[in-house]
């Protein structure tokens, strides 16, 4: 049932832990307990509009369902590419139940969590497809489904042993409220405002709270519409200047007052004591495992702190001890963040994505990737380096802060459709919490000036990949797909490559000279690179070949104590290859790595089919 109110919902906010009662059922039953540690975890991020259309819906639409084959490409004139782009910036019609019905597809791929983008009301009048213009923070948008869809979601998520977390916004509201002065920009004093807007857009005048717009107006819950709830300062005109970027509107988004930005002595205005109430409701009401927080660096870390205090205090009473807190922190100062406000893990680092991205594609020395992280925390604890369970690590993703306005996935690049299963591997097979993009499993290769062109519908209907319309994309039989497939298989299976410490490793050609493989000049690299990952006492090696088009070879160095000379290391599945023996080449223990171009390899210590 919808509600107005933030009282409205205090019976479940407030029920005794730790139990709930399903709604219509007198069926109780425990909340879903944490993960022992978040790093074992493959996430999986999409936006529930983009992602899947459930079979019903489909039906009445009158939508194809066939899978993409490369028929259904639709840009032959400028028309027809026009009428694409344009649909890639309004609703196209993805569903909850239609995640659900693809639990199946992620579950193969070897997906552990499931990272669900904003599902919360949007403005009704405006087209905000990705979900972060929020007009009711108590419900979910009809155009995604209702909250029982929600929940259906994430119960048969957890049946399949899957974790949920949920994408929350609390830096903003959707734009609900016009301004007297027509988009007025930051210049530190408040604006005047006309009113709420009205479901249809209009102004409803005064700026006060009103129950006539209810459900579609204003902003919900009642709670939030005092003038004090919102800064009202206009846009944000330089992303780095504070206070600016702390008080200032983004881009229409109305910024919502949360409070100083000081971690110490901070004392919660209305609004955050509102929207914590917000997000202990959906916890109790979905029993999901964790939030991804949007816009971290625009809260400041005394809200920060307090938010984090709060839900991680209401989880433990649920019986949730680790529930997952993700920050997403943009810009410097993202581990800083992170202690200082007690979030559990940082996401949007752009030297951590950005590096990950150009390491297998040749774009980068391996080392400034691997030098973001560190193996024991007393070690560079000022160096802004990261550790297995503090990051969030991922390739694609739905914004691309790092790229600016040249948006475009990882197979937008030449030759990265060649390399993308190498660099997969690597996102899973290095330190942090690794996270999928939605399509990228599939090759997705958008890229435009717009945020909409790293958004395709996996579903197809008018925004498909590829320029395509009428097709879907979950095929399980494409190579990227079988590749993170046969990797997630191994993580599992190998405590080394989720848990274990990590080492960049030397590489000869002559088997001689050994150094960590690096740039010459201002080409790619075209060679070999090479990582170990070391628990107790194993050892597995990680190789890929970031030369798209030819076969390379090289000398890795391995640790003699794990690995001595005349061990042998076998490739592990899918790999067919013969077993390496360990050798001497100039005082390191090695082996010697062969892969076919953009290729990538897995050895561990033993004869083939040793693995755990």
């Avoid at 030297?351 to 070690?379: C, H, I, M, T």
Wanted: aromatic content about 12%.
């Amino acid at each position: 049932m919808a509600v107005k109110s933030i009282t409205e919902v205090s019976d479940v906010v407030y029920r005794s832990p730790p139990k709930y009662e399903l709604v219509g059922s007198d069926t109780l039953r425990a909340y879903h307990t944490s993960p022992a540690t978040w790093e074992d975890q493959v996430l999986y991020f999409l936006l529930p509009d983009r992602f899947s259309i459930d079979t019903g819906k489909a039906e009445k639409a009158k939508l194809k369902l066939e899978v993409y084959d490369g028929s259904q490409k639709d840009k032959a004139t400028e028309e027809n590419a026009e009428a694409w782009r344009e649909a890639g910036g309004r609703f196209v019609g993805g569903t909850l139940l239609g995640v659900k019905e693809k639990l199946g597809y992620l579950k193969e791929l070897g997906v552990s969590d499931l990272w669900i983008g904003p599902i919360f009301k949007q403005v009704r009048w405006l087209e905000t497809y990705h979900g972060y213009g929020v007009q009711d923070f108590l419900e979910v948008d009809p155009r995604f489904g209702s909250k029982e869809h929600l929940r259906q979601l994430v119960e048969a998520a957890h049946q399949l042993k899957m974790y949920v977390i949920l994408d929350i916004i609390l830096n903003h509201s959707g734009n609900v409220f016009k301004y007297k002065l027509h988009d007025p920009a930051y210049t530190g004093s408040q604006y005047d405002v006309e009113g709420f807007y009205s479901a249809e857009g209009e102004t409803s005048k005064p700026f006060q709270p009103n129950d006539a717009l209810w459900p579609d107006g204003a902003v919900w819950p009642k709670e939030l519409q005092t003038s004090e709830c919102f800064t009202r300062k206009g846009r944000i005109r330089d992303w780095e200047k504070k206070p600016e970027y702390l008080d200032g509107d983004f881009f229409d988004l109305k910024d919502i007052a949360l409070g100083n930005e000081g971690a110490d002595n901070f004392e919660a205005p209305s609004a955050l004591r509102t929207l914590c109430e917000v997000y202990k409701y959906w916890l109790a009401f979905l029993d999901i495992d964790g939030y991804r927080i949007d816009t971290v660096k625009h809260m400041g870390d005394g809200p920060t702190r307090y938010f984090a205090s709060v839900i991680h205090e209401y989880a433990q009473k649920l019986g949730k001890d680790k529930f997952l807190l993700i920050g997403e922190i943009t810009g410097g100062g993202a581990y800083a963040t992170v202690e200082s406000t007690g979030l559990d893990a940082a996401l949007g680092i752009g030297n951590v994505q950005e590096k990950l991205w150009k390491v297998p594609s040749g774009d980068v020395n391996p080392e400034e990737y691997f030098n973001l992280f560190r193996n024991a925390l007393y070690l560079n604890k000022g160096s802004h380096t990261w550790f297995r369970d503090k990051v969030v690590t991922m390739i694609d993703d739905h914004d691309q802060v790092w790229k600016g306005d040249s948006k475009g996935r990882f197979c937008s690049v030449p030759d990265n459709e060649n390399l993308v299963a190498s660099a997969l591997m690597l996102n899973l097979c290095t330190l942090g919490i690794p996270c999928i993009y939605y399509g990228t499993e599939q090759g997705f290769n958008g890229h435009g000036g717009s945020d909409r062109y790293i958004r395709e519908a996996m579903f197809g209907n008018k925004f498909g990949a590829f320029g395509s319309k009428g097709a879907h994309f979950f095929d399980l039989k494409t190579p990227v797909y079988l590749a993170v497939q046969e990797v997630a298989k191994l993580r599992r299976k190998e405590t080394a490559l989720r848990r274990g410490r990590q080492y960049l490793r030397d590489v000869s050609k002559n088997g001689e000279h050994f150094g960590p493989t690096r740039k010459w000049g201002e080409g790619r690299i075209k060679y070999l690179v090479a990582w170990s990952r070391l628990f107790a006492d194993e050892e597995i090696l990680c190789v890929i070949n970031t030369d798209p088009g030819n076969a390379h070879a090289a000398w890795v160095n391995v640790d003699v104590k794990i690995n001595p000379p005349n061990t042998q290391m076998s490739y592990l599945p899918p790999s067919a290859k013969e077993p390496l023996t360990v050798e001497f080449r100039s005082g390191l223990a090695c082996v010697r790595v062969s892969l076919e171009g953009g290729k990538y390899a897995i050895l561990k210590k033993g004869p083939p089919g040793t693995e755990t």
